[in-house]
């Protein structure tokens, strides 16, 4: 027990529930970080492993992680090596590991553990400090460096640290890489292993936010002086909520400093003000506030997350999500800007870019849920090149740019199609539905008993796929819909004649059916989702 706590969670639990006068409790956690050599199972998720801080994100857990990934380096296996994008462990010791942190509770702490590890067993390190996620994705290849360790849970709760891996092109990791380390980092947890602290010989810091700035100069895919000029020429207000995070001080630095943009929760916040750091809705009134009051010609307001991979877009007039954010990025970027090769996005995402690249004769590649798997599309060697990859939560990067999805790119974007366009964000989108067709789309889903969990979940819902073949009819609300495709890349999705579409698929994290859903009209999506979830029920045998 720690200062009568029984344990780090109910610490937590204390914590979150009264930001401000539990404040003080997070040296307690400090304590419970420290001292808890209790294992966990690690798990690299879609975006790194997570966990919360002094219950199963601990310094012993962390050392074991690290030592986990010198290992692999050790062993060198072929498969994983050619996966990082290196020739061996000599490679990597020259090249080196940058190592960074979000503005969790405790980031350089653990960064400092992690860089001390990794120069013990002499392979070269940088300390990026408190960075971006995007800024980790360019300095990879700005450095040639091997590999990068990024001390982040991106958008998850203030009480959760995280853990997120970057080989040498800058995108996530592989299954050829997370695999390797979680079988390592579990091993090594089932023989209950107390790792010492590794203290650092010297630290060398190195500056992202420079490298990022030189990477998007190289690149070209952004033109940061047409940003620029427009900011100091226009009658424009942008509003960017930081919400406490990485990506402060970022934007001011990329286009300077200039009093038309206005930055919100940009001091130190370890709990975030007792929010969730997510880019919602519901966090974006503050912003959306300032646009509406500010009565000028030109008005963007954007959201992020805490580490800068995720975004949201609003002007005055509407909270634009990123379903429709990333159609409009492929438009911009080849009618405006005349990029030629793949619409690439994850198969949840609005069918609004199938209808431009249709008429743009533009080939559309959907993905599996998750940024990693847009990798074939991003590599500037590959054949096949993404103008934009998006997923709808909130992720997007673009042509000849990062691996890493990227909230900065997002805000980049975004002020440069204003400055093109003459016309602020739901005016351009406007226009373009007028074009291509309006659609809705939207996500919900049901818990299910976790009997369901696992395979048993993901075989019963299979049974969707085979009963509703392509040409197949289904009643939704009165009207008769054609299914004209059915897509199986993850879950099923079912496309019907008139463009609207579902898709039903498993949570990979928790007993949990998620539905994906876009209709023709605003009104229409209740009927959808009821169909989506008649579906579901019938293949797990509920009623």
């Not at 640290?161 to 079988?183: C, L, M, Q, R, Y």
């Not at 005055?316 to 990333?326: A, E, K, Q, S, V």
């Amino acid at each position: 027990m720690t200062y009568g706590f029984e344990s780090a969670a109910a610490c937590w639990k204390a914590i979150l529930s009264d930001v401000s006068a539990n404040r003080g409790l997070l040296s307690t956690i400090e304590k419970f970080a420290r001292e808890n050599t209790a294992p966990t199972e690690v798990v690299f998720g879609t975006s790194g492993w997570r966990g919360e801080i002094g219950t199963d994100y601990t310094f012993n857990n962390v050392r074991i992680v690290a030592s986990a990934i010198i290992r692999m380096f050790r062993e060198s296996d072929p498969a994983v090596m050619e996966a990082m994008g290196v020739s061996g462990f000599e490679d990597i010791k020259k090249r080196g590991v940058i190592v960074g942190h979000d503005n969790r509770f405790l980031g350089p702490d653990y960064a400092r553990e992690v860089i001390g590890m990794l120069q013990r067993d002499g392979i070269k390190t940088w300390y990026a400090g408190e960075a971006a996620t995007p800024e980790f994705s360019a300095g990879i290849e700005m450095l040639n460096a091997a590999c990068s360790i990024n001390l982040t849970p991106s958008h998850n709760p203030a009480n959760y640290g995280g853990f997120k891996f970057n080989p040498s092109d800058g995108g996530p990791a592989g299954p050829e890489i997370t695999t390797k380390i979680e079988e390592i980092a579990n091993r090594m947890m089932s023989e209950s292993r107390v790792l010492g602290t590794a203290e650092p010989d010297h630290v060398e810091k190195i500056d992202l936010t420079d490298l990022y700035m030189k990477y998007i100069a190289e690149r070209k895919t952004l033109d940061i002086q047409k940003i620029q000029e427009f900011v100091e020429r226009e009658d424009c207000i942008i509003c960017i909520d930081n919400v406490h995070g990485a990506t402060r001080g970022r934007i001011e630095r990329i286009i300077g400093k200039n009093h038309k943009i206005q930055y919100l929760r940009t001091e130190d916040d370890y709990l975030f003000g007792g929010v969730a750091p997510e880019p919602s809705d519901s966090n974006m009134k503050g912003l959306r506030k300032i646009l509406k009051e500010g009565n000028a010609s030109f008005n963007l307001g954007v959201i992020l997350d805490p580490d800068g991979d995720r975004i949201r877009h609003a002007d005055d007039r509407m909270i634009i999500p990123m379903n429709y954010f990333g159609a409009m990025a492929l438009h911009f970027l080849h009618v405006y800007k005349g990029i030629s090769g793949v619409a690439a996005k994850s198969v949840g995402t609005s069918n609004l870019v199938n209808a431009i690249a249709g008429k743009l004769h533009i080939p559309v590649r959907e993905t599996r849920v998750g940024f990693k798997n847009f990798r074939p599309y991003m590599l500037r060697k590959s054949q096949e090149r993404a103008i934009i990859c998006f997923e709808e939560s909130d992720g997007i990067s673009g042509f000849n740019h990062t691996l890493e999805k990227d909230a900065l790119f997002g805000i980049l974007i975004a002020i440069e199609m204003m400055a093109v366009t003459g016309k602020n964000l739901s005016g351009y989108l406007e226009d373009i539905m007028d074009e291509f067709g309006h659609y809705y789309p939207d996500r919900s889903g049901i818990e299910v008993d976790r009997s369901f969990a696992g395979d048993a979940l993901v075989n019963k819902l299979s049974s969707i796929r085979e009963k509703y073949k392509e040409g197949s009819v289904i009643n939704i609300n009165g009207n008769q819909r054609t299914v004209k495709d059915v897509i199986t890349v993850d879950g099923t999705k079912l496309v019907f004649d008139d463009g609207s579409w579902l898709m039903i698929r498993p949570s990979g994290t928790e007993p949990k059916v998620r539905f994906y859903i876009e209709a023709r009209t605003e009104e229409g999506k209740r009927a959808v989702f009821a169909t989506a979830e008649k579906m579901t029920r019938e293949a797990l045998g509920l009623h």
